[in-house]
T-cell receptor, first 111, second 113 residues
């Protein structure tokens, strides 16, 4: 089975900090995705990547950036964390016509 | 623009009953449809994936159907158990270059012991 591992289950950061959320998949998938999930708003796509060093903006990229230096790792970066970025962050990967595999999520609180 | 709707938003069912969760989508030009389960505070677990050429998929007590022409999918859960309590989400992958999937808001299922 494909595994998507998010390095932290819970994070608490201060406003203005630079925050890194890490995601690693172990099945050589080309495509990786970052979502955030908020009550009443559902899942919203932040950024995705088709391959190493490639990135595409999703629906809500403002305040975020990403890095994909290696195929298995896709990092989400909050350049200057703000309280409205408090959320559940979910990473996913996919290859070809297969379905998506999600990680267990990172609950980020910005204080 | 593809929109995915899941109604009802919440459902309570006595243990042992069979039940159906609904998912509807506005654009029938889909690549596939995937059902997920999410437990509180956790990530999404994939349950079933139906390709656009398929009509249904089965896994254990779960059966998912797809009717593209009517823009509907159902997730059938047989002999429900308290452990089935979770939020169930459907997601549609579109047939276009941007490869995004569109999620419904989910149905929160509570199985009453």
């Amino acid at each position: 089975d494909v595994k998507v591992t998010q390095s932290s289950r819970y994070l608490v950061k201060r406003t203005g900090e630079k925050v890194f959320l890490e995601c690693v998949q172990d099945m050589d998938h080309e495509n990786m995705f970052w979502y955030r999930q908020d009550p009443g708003l559902g899942l919203r796509l932040i950024y995705f990547s088709y391959d190493v060093k490639m990135k595409e903006k999703g629906d809500i990229p403002e305040g975020y950036s990403v890095s994909r230096e290696k195929k298995e790792r896709f990092s989400l970066i909050l350049e200057s964390a703000s309280t409205n970025q408090t959320s559940m962050y979910l990473c996913a990967s996919r290859t070809g016509g297969r379905g998506y595999t999600f990680g267990s999520g990172t609950r980020l609180t910005v204080v | 623009k593809q929109e995915v709707t899941q109604i009802p938003a919440a459902l309570s069912v006595p243990e042992g009953e069979n039940l159906v969760l609904n998912c509807s989508f506005t654009d029938s030009a889909i690549y596939n449809l995937q059902w997920f389960r999410q437990d509180p505070g956790k990530g999404l677990t994939s349950l079933l994936l139906i390709q656009s050429s398929q009509r249904e998929q089965t896994s254990g007590r779960l059966n998912a159907s797809l009717d593209k022409s009517s823009g509907r999918s159902t997730l059938y859960i047989a002999a429900s158990q308290p452990g089935d309590s979770a939020t169930y989400l459907c997601a549609v992958r579109r047939v276009n270059r941007d490869d995004k999937i569109i999620f419904g808001k989910g149905t929160r299922l509570h199985i009453l012991p």
